[in-house]
């Protein structure tokens, strides 16, 4: 049977942080709030050494019905509560390879990596919905344990859960995990032409395909062309679902 401690890898297991460290984290909250006031995203902050939410915010997707506060007061109890069954092995098993993977992750270069996927919430009303959530550290122990990060979370665009990535700053490589073989293989990142990334741009400002065409100087036609090849690069099915897909994903820089 599943507890809450499954889901604090002894490999990550902190037992005291120092001075030095804790003064590190004088007035973060306040950084990770005012970003908070900024997206319709969901955010939360998992402290590692006390094995709860230090902040979770207002933003309602992921509440389930609570307020921020009875999230924040639950912890990883908020997990078994509303998680789907087979999804709450599923965060069990990312919480296992995603420790093994940073334990091979040089120290200095763990901070720059950023885990993601997918899972099913179950509202109190009992609808369910697909979330993406994306975990990167915010804080290391000097010894390079994970102590404080910070999850984001907004509606999944896959069609299943899952979908385990793991994303580096600054490299253009994707790990993705395999659930039924149980190994990691290397995908390269997905780039966006100039025309692709600069319809996207106009879209996300609300230009209609006519409006977009009379500005960039082609036809109509063309940018229908260039859409649906953004659309067969991204898999999805609208430019609704592929500006959310840019946007969550960062390829728009």
Sequence with gaps: MLHESDFFSSKNAINSISKAEKEQT???????????RTTYKSIYVIDYEKKGFEYVSENP????????????KLGYAFYFKYVIPEDLQLLLKINTV????????????????????DF?????DGKVILINQKLTPLYLTQSGKIWKAICII?????????NIKIYKTGDNKIFEY??????WKIMD???LTNREKEILQFSIRGYSISEIAETIFVSPDTVKFHRRKLF???????????IAYATNNNILV
Excluded at 26 to 36: G, N, S
Excluded at 154 to 162: F, H, M, R
């Design 232 to 242: 067969a690069k991204l898999d999805v099915a609208n430019i609704s679902e592929a």
């Design 154 to 162: 907004s509606l999944s665009l896959a069609k299943k859960s899952g």
């Design 26 to 36: 004088f007035y973060y909250l306040e950084t990770i709030k005012a970003f908070a």
């Design 61 to 72: 997707l992921f509440l389930c019905g609570h307020t921020a506060q009875e999230v924040q």
């Design 98 to 117: 995603g420790f093994d993977f940073y334990e091979n992750i040089p120290v200095e270069q763990r901070i720059f990596h950023t885990i993601s996927y």
């Design 178 to 183: 395999d659930l039924k073989g149980s190994f």
């Design 189 to 191: 990142k997905i780039t």
């Design 120 to 124: 099913h919430l179950k509202n109190p």
